[in-house]
Nanobody
């Protein structure tokens, strides 16, 4: 499945942004989806994930309570709502998909990746 992220850009601390991950394959609802990010000079890290059924979500401690991952099956996409952004959220954000995935926090579980979208948060 091909994935395309969008919604990145410049933000100020405290702002909100919504990232979208649109899939080329229908129905996207068969795929568990993870969001990862990679800041300059750092390793890629897990951000959030949602199971193929949409019934369960997972979050990194650093974003828990601020970010929300959800499915929009009508539009064949998964979104990441990011609130109360902080400068340390600055990174390239990637979505990834795994057929019948259960929302793994491990990047190696996913076999399809988007190209990434840059989010830059200024203080």
């Amino acid at each position: 499945v091909q994935l395309v992220e969008s919604g990145g850009g410049l933000a100020q601390a405290g702002d909100s942004r919504r990232l979208s991950c649109v899939a080329s394959t229908r129905p996207f609802s068969r795929y568990g989806v993870g969001w990862f990010r990679q800041a300059a000079g750092k390793e890629r890290e897990f951000v959030a994930a949602i199971t193929w059924s949409g019934g369960t979500t997972f979050y990194a401690d650093s974003v828990k309570g601020r970010f929300t991952v959800s499915r929009d099956n009508a539009n064949n996409m998964v979104t990441l709502q990011m609130n109360s952004l902080k400068p340390e959220d600055t990174a390239v954000y990637y979505c990834a998909a795994e057929l019948w995935g259960v929302g793994s926090m491990e990047s190696r579980a996913y076999d399809s990746w988007g190209q990434g979208t840059q989010v830059t948060v200024s203080s």
